[in-house]
């Protein structure tokens, strides 16, 4: 009787073990996408910045060529 109230601890704690490396690989991925949505966003804000840098350069065409 004894061993069988030991085995079941010992399962409890190998289920407990379980459920935190589950939740480890949980809080793992989720701390992938945010990094992956990060880098996104420096992107799109580089080509932002690469879309202004073109808009000035016509312009100062423009200008040019109305002198």
Do not use: F, S, T, Y
Not at 26 to 49: S, Y
């Amino acid at each position: 009787q004894e061993w069988k109230q030991e085995r079941e601890k010992e399962q409890e704690q190998e289920r407990k073990q379980e459920r935190g490396q589950e939740q480890d690989q949980e809080q793992e991925q989720e701390q992938e996408q945010e990094r992956e949505q990060e880098r996104d966003q420096e992107q799109e804000q580089e080509q932002e910045q690469e879309q202004e840098q073109e808009q000035e350069q016509e312009q100062e065409q423009e200008q040019e060529q109305e002198q």
